[in-house]
């Protein structure tokens, strides 16, 4: 089994290509091989994948990937990092013609070269929730996946109506996948250690909820739901149907209290609001 990269040299890496981590974008960098072992095997990746990772920084997941998946995608917004990780595999024993580097920002990539199947991403926690719904929505080849962001984001992401955590990304990413919990990690696998928690979250990939002409409706409203929390729903889509009656109208006819709040609503119910919206 190849070597994988470990604290030491992460850290020469670094001072030899003159990166010192930002938090501008979001760099925690992963030092722990067993850790990414971890990732890449509840990820599920196996030898005919093409595997997608965004942000990949030094490359401690790539590498991990690169043992695993026929083909790994790396988008690196990094000149300096996108540079360096070609040569870090080729040291370590990888083939480099199974790595695809695109120095880009992940939220400015609409295509890819090749049709990925599996999304393993150390997330970059300022943008971590638009980066996973835009790749869900835009790369429908991707069937599963296991992403690690900061625990608080894990926890909207997975979880469930009337409770404190759920709002607009819980219910969005429902569109595409269902999401879980695949565990939490420790601060001290990252340089520099962050001062918040990480965890990481497991999708699965079912068929669209619906055709993008009803998605950005329901998104809308959606948008709406939870823009103020506690509004109820006549209230949060007052502006949208012209009036709160109107809406109150709409909502019931829809089959739903027009005094329940967004919090308590699943995919399904916005998706009803939706289509009587849209008749």
Not at 56 to 65: F, K, R, Y
Not at 102 to 117: F, H, K, V, W, Y
Request: net charge neutral; with cysteine; hydrophobic share 45%.
């Amino acid at each position: 089994m190849s070597n994988l990269l470990g604290a030491a040299e992460i850290r020469e890496i670094a001072e030899r290509i003159g990166v010192r981590p930002t938090k501008k974008l979001g760099q925690n960098f992963v030092v722990d091989a067993n850790t990414c072992r971890k990732i890449v095997k509840s990820a599920d990746v196996g030898p005919t994948d093409i595997a997608l990772e965004i942000g990949p920084g030094l490359g401690s997941l790539t590498l991990a990937m690169l043992e695993s998946a026929k083909e790994v995608i790396a988008i690196e917004i990094d000149d300096r990092l996108a540079a360096e990780l070609p040569e870090t595999a080729k040291r370590h024993g990888f083939d480099a013609s199974k790595l695809t580097i695109i120095n880009q920002d992940a939220m400015g990539i609409s295509n890819l070269p090749t049709e990925p199947t599996v999304l393993v991403a150390n997330l970059p926690y300022n943008v971590s929730v638009p980066v996973l719904l835009r790749f869900l929505e835009l790369f429908p080849t991707l069937r599963s996946g296991v992403v690690m962001v900061q625990s608080e984001v894990a926890d909207r992401l997975v979880a469930k109506p009337d409770s404190k955590t759920y709002g607009s990304p819980s219910v969005k990413a429902t569109w595409w996948a269902d999401l879980t919990s695949a565990g939490t990690v420790s601060r001290s696998i990252f340089w520099p250690v962050p001062n918040v928690d990480s965890s990481l979250v497991r999708f699965v990939r079912h068929q669209s909820a619906g055709d993008e002409e009803l998605r950005k409706v329901v998104f809308k409203i959606i948008d709406a739901a939870f823009a103020q929390r506690r509004k109820m729903m006549r209230a949060a889509l007052s502006d949208m149907c012209g009036g709160s009656a109107a809406a109150s109208s709409i909502i019931e006819a829809s089959g739903i209290d027009p005094t329940i709040r967004g919090e308590a609503l699943e995919l399904a119910d916005f998706i009803k609001i939706a289509i009587t919206l849209s008749k």
